[in-house]
């Protein structure tokens, strides 16, 4: 069989890349995924007790550009949701990102008042303010309460979720849940926040419901590039292993799941609770907060993170390090040789902590460039 196209993944950037070429270049496109299921790391199905969980980890939507929205929304109508997120912290469950209901929750009200005063004064009413820049302030009061959010609330999660320390990761990492000079508890302010109403997975299905696209899954590409004939290919795996980990594998971080049913209709208040501090694990999800499943019990995703092993374990998260991008960027330029025969893109491939709507932004933008080869 001849493909236009040899699509590497049927994650979001391989399923919006392959439902563009399909669409709108009328072109064949073959999509094969090593997993035996389309979605890539936004798969959810329903387990065996009839919840519907996110095998590789809670997915919530949320997305400023309206291109990207409008995008997704061919596909899937949307279930309101804004995500909460509590965490454990000296006995309370606090809001996270750390935002002035934290702040009242944690101190005396006299002092806290007085930390309100002076976080707005200095940062202004509704400014985020990364913890690590909060750290500099140079008032003593400000930099203590720095300190205590650091301490409290990144220190220990940080560690276990990445075994390094905040200031050791790019400041983009922990810069993603800033202190929220605000009383506003949603972990996200996107414009646009939702969950695909029948889930990701069925989501994904009508986008490789087209006539010109052949999913072929439980496949590694390696086993099929040599079988079919194809003109192009999108790689959206790991771009050390396209090449064979010629500069030395990229640090990732992986995770492990444990799912546990209960015979409760609500396990825990938000659908997320974080323990920085406390136990081996990061969170806990409780999936039908997210999907708004009626149920009579549920089912949560504890998770632990563990160091990534390539070949054995699933490679969740580049390490947004300065050395890493430089290893990267070895990598990157071993595409250029491969002309305009092989593109690369996705979480994976261009080796970024992308979320959903920036891998889906990614593949849009490279449509773009595509459609005028
Ligand atoms: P992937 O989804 O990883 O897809 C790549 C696919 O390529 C995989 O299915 C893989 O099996 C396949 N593949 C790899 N190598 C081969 C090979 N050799 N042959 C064949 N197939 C291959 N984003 C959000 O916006 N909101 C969230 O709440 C959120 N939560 C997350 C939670 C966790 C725990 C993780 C890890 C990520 C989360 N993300 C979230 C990010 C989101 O998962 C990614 O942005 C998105 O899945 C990236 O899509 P992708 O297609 O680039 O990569
Ligand atoms: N983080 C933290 N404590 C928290 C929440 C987040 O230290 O309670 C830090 C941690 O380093 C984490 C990063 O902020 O890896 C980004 O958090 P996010 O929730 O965006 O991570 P993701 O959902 O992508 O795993």
Same mark, same amino acid.
């Given at each position: 069989?001849?493909?236009?196209?040899?699509?590497?993944?049927? +994650?979001?950037?391989?399923?919006?890349?392959?439902?563009?070429?399909?669409? @709108?270049?009328?072109?064949?496109?073959?999509?094969?995924?090593?997993?035996?299921?389309?979605?890539?790391?936004?798969?959810?199905?329903?387990?065996?007790?009839?919840?519907?969980?996110?095998?590789?980890?809670?997915?919530?939507?949320?997305?400023?550009?309206?291109?990207?929205?409008?995008?997704?929304? @061919?596909?899937?109508?949307?279930?309101?949701?804004?995500?909460?997120?509590?965490?454990?912290?000296? +006995?309370?469950?606090?809001?996270?990102?750390?935002?002035?209901?934290?702040?009242?929750?944690?101190?005396?009200?006299?002092?806290?008042?007085?930390?309100?005063?002076?976080?707005?004064?200095?940062?202004?009413?509704?400014?985020?303010?990364?913890?690590?820049?909060?750290?500099?302030?140079?008032?003593?009061?400000?930099?203590?309460?720095?300190?205590?959010?650091?301490?409290?609330?990144?220190?220990?999660?940080?560690?276990?979720?990445?075994?390094?320390?905040?200031?050791?990761?790019?400041?983009?990492?922990?810069?993603?849940?800033?202190?929220?000079?605000?009383?506003?508890?949603?972990? !996200?302010?996107?414009?646009?926040?939702?969950?695909?109403?029948?889930?990701?997975?069925?989501?994904?299905?009508?986008?490789?419901?087209?006539?010109?696209?052949?999913?072929?899954?439980?496949?590694?590409?390696?086993?099929?590039?040599?079988?079919?004939?194809?003109?192009?290919?999108?790689?959206?795996?790991?771009?050390?292993?396209?090449?064979?980990?010629?500069?030395?594998?990229?640090?990732?971080?992986?995770?492990?799941?444990?799912?546990?049913?209960?015979?409760?209709?609500?396990?825990?208040?938000?659908?997320?609770?974080?323990?920085?501090?406390?136990?081996?694990?990061?969170?806990?999800?409780? !999936?039908?907060?997210?999907?708004?499943?009626?149920?009579?019990?549920?089912?949560?995703?504890?998770?632990?993170?563990?160091?990534?092993?390539? +070949?054995?374990?699933?490679?969740?998260?580049?390490?947004?390090?300065?050395?890493?991008?430089?290893?990267?960027?070895?990598?990157?330029?071993?595409?250029?040789?491969?002309?305009?025969?092989?593109?690369?893109?996705?979480?994976?491939?261009?080796?970024?902590?992308?979320?959903?709507?920036?891998?889906?932004?990614?593949?849009?933008?490279? !449509? +773009?460039?595509?459609?005028?080869?």
């Amino acid at each position: 069989m001849k493909f236009d196209w040899l699509i590497v993944g049927a +994650g979001f950037t391989g399923a919006v890349l392959a439902e563009r070429i399909a669409s @709108q270049l009328d072109q064949k496109v073959l999509v094969v995924d090593v997993r035996d299921h389309i979605g890539g790391n936004a798969y959810d199905y329903y387990d065996e007790h009839g919840v519907l969980v996110h095998k590789y980890g809670p997915h919530i939507f949320h997305t400023n550009s309206r291109k990207v929205w409008d995008y997704l929304s @061919q596909f899937t109508e949307w279930r309101p949701y804004h995500h909460r997120v509590l965490a454990s912290v000296e +006995g309370k469950l606090v809001p996270v990102p750390f935002n002035l209901n934290s702040l009242y929750a944690l101190f005396p009200p006299k002092y806290a008042e007085r930390l309100e005063e002076k976080l707005i004064c200095t940062y202004g009413f509704g400014v985020k303010v990364p913890i690590l820049r909060l750290r500099e302030a140079e008032d003593k009061e400000l930099r203590f309460l720095a300190d205590y959010i650091y301490k409290n609330i990144f220190y220990g999660y940080t560690l276990k979720q990445w075994e390094l320390k905040p200031e050791e990761l790019d400041p983009s990492v922990t810069g993603r849940v800033p202190v929220y000079i605000s009383r506003d508890d949603r972990y !996200f302010q996107d414009t646009y926040q939702g969950m695909p109403k029948h889930g990701y997975t069925v989501m994904f299905q009508r986008m490789l419901a087209h006539k010109n696209i052949k999913v072929l899954l439980n496949t590694d590409f390696r086993e099929v590039e040599n079988e079919v004939h194809f003109n192009r290919m999108i790689y959206t795996g790991p771009i050390d292993a396209f090449f064979d980990y010629t500069y030395g594998p990229l640090p990732y971080r992986s995770l492990r799941f444990e799912f546990e049913y209960k015979t409760l209709a609500r396990f825990q208040k938000v659908g997320q609770v974080n323990y920085p501090s406390e136990h081996n694990y990061t969170r806990i999800t409780e !999936f039908k907060h997210l999907t708004g499943q009626k149920h009579h019990g549920t089912t949560v995703a504890i998770e632990y993170p563990q160091a990534h092993i390539p +070949g054995k374990t699933i490679p969740y998260y580049p390490i947004p390090k300065e050395e890493n991008r430089i290893l990267y960027e070895l990598y990157k330029k071993e595409t250029q040789n491969l002309g305009r025969r092989v593109f690369f893109a996705g979480r994976l491939a261009d080796y970024k902590y992308y979320n959903m709507d920036q891998a889906v932004g990614r593949a849009l933008m490279l !449509f +773009g460039e595509i459609s005028k080869l």
